[in-house]
């Protein structure tokens, strides 16, 4: 079976190594030159190390490309000649950073039909309204088959090697995916789900187009719903793409009901709000959000915005009400999370200090916009990320940026 991977990183690289140790083939899309030498350079080899420092497992013979940029006025034309030689994507899994998805999204997806299957695995939200908005235009017909995915998977770099195909996989984790039902289905055709009216009164209500579907309890999607939900279109790829990955027992893949996956997704859009964004501007690992009455109240005021959020949002979605989102019970789970982690550095610390952009309007950010949909103000969650661009001007100057130094010399 063919797959292609966008993201170079640790887990989409541990994806596409245990893809190919079951003998499906893989392509690797890469965004620069450089990337792609790089890998060439080693042979087009990934290697992946477990637990046991002498269990070590090497990959070859990875299909590999560039992702071309187009003019949005010259596309049709590009895509005339260069659909001969660039074959359709059929299965597309996304592991990328959420402020690099869309730049890259717009050099493949001209390559998808309704028909692919589309995974992406991420802890940012708001992608997929974006990906919708920007290439689908909103059309539940045009767009692929797509899925949300949520890894607890812990991969990282080897000792004393600097290089993303050079991967340490520790412990037992799992990936957990979802199918995003399409909105033009005939929702009978699902079991215990219902359709809940979309809220026509908010102008901006449009883009929340996650789901629009209610679930009364939410257990896993056992398989006869999941074969009614994937064989609806015929040729679609999405029921064998599935089947084929939750095979793979290393990667321990599960679809389960995207409402129950959302949820889990919401919570960790919530924690990872309140860590990225303050180990960052602070400059300070985990456990610096411990044993501190200041980050304690910091931390209870970004929930309590948080939660009224997450109160109406998951009443949008068609969600029972739940304490697991009360200011409160979020204050304990990020708790948790940074003893578990007290030693780590967040992955925004590490793109701020590096000078990467990093994802805070798909966290902090993507809170404040549904803070507006809603009419919810949000201006703790709006001072964190002006505080995170700040930071990361700070650290990147601004003779880095020819507009930002012509800005400054006007007004100093």
């Not at 450089?34 to 990934?46: M, P």
């Amino acid at each position: 079976m063919k797959f292609h991977i966008l993201g170079s990183d640790y887990l989409g690289n541990m994806i596409a190594h245990y893809l190919q140790k079951y003998n499906h083939q893989v392509t690797l899309l890469f965004r620069t030159p450089v990337a792609l030498t790089n890998f060439e350079n080693r042979k087009r080899k990934i290697t992946l190390m477990r637990d046991n420092e002498n269990d070590i497992e090497q990959s070859y013979n990875y299909d590999i490309e560039i992702l071309r940029g187009y003019n949005k006025n010259e596309l049709f034309n590009q895509y005339k000649i260069y659909s001969s030689k660039l074959p359709p994507i059929q299965r597309l899994i996304v592991t990328t950073k959420a402020h690099e998805i869309s730049n890259s999204f717009q050099k493949i997806f001209y390559r998808l039909s309704p028909t692919s299957t589309v995974i992406i695995i991420s802890r940012s939200m708001g992608i997929y309204e974006e990906l919708m908005e920007k290439f689908f235009s909103n059309n539940e017909y045009l767009r692929p088959n797509i899925l949300l995915g949520s890894s607890t998977h812990l991969c990282y770099g080897m000792k004393n090697v600097n290089s993303p195909f050079d991967i340490f996989h520790s412990g037992v984790g799992g990936i957990d995916i979802g199918v995003i039902p399409r909105r033009v289905e005939n929702i009978e055709n699902v079991e215990s789900v219902e359709s809940v009216e979309s809220v026509e009164n908010k102008e901006n209500i449009k883009n929340l187009r996650i789901s629009t579907f209610s679930i009364s309890t939410e257990h896993e999607l056992s398989t006869s719903i999941l074969e009614k939900e994937t064989n609806r279109r015929e040729g679609s790829s999405l029921g064998a793409t599935i089947k084929a990955l939750t095979q793979i027992k290393e990667l321990q893949i599960r679809c389960i009901n995207v409402l129950s996956l959302q949820n889990r997704l919401l919570e960790n859009l919530v924690i990872n709000s309140c860590i990225n964004p303050l180990t960052t501007i602070f400059n300070m690992r985990n456990r610096g959000l411990l044993f501190n009455p200041g980050a304690d109240r910091v931390l209870q005021a970004l929930c309590n915005e948080s939660a009224k959020v997450m109160r109406e949002h998951r009443k949008y979605l068609g969600m029972r009400p739940s304490n697991r989102f009360g200011p409160g019970r979020l204050v304990d789970a990020i708790q948790q999370i940074c003893q578990e982690t007290s030693s780590r550095k967040s992955d925004m610390l590490k793109d701020a200090k590096r000078r990467y952009i990093t994802e805070i309007d798909y966290l902090n950010g993507y809170l404040v916009k549904l803070g507006k949909i809603y009419d919810i103000p949000t201006p703790l969650h709006q001072l964190v990320v002006d505080m995170v661009y700040l930071k990361h001007r700070l650290l990147s100057g601004p003779r880095n940026n020819l507009k930002e130094r012509y800005l400054q010399d006007k007004f100093d």
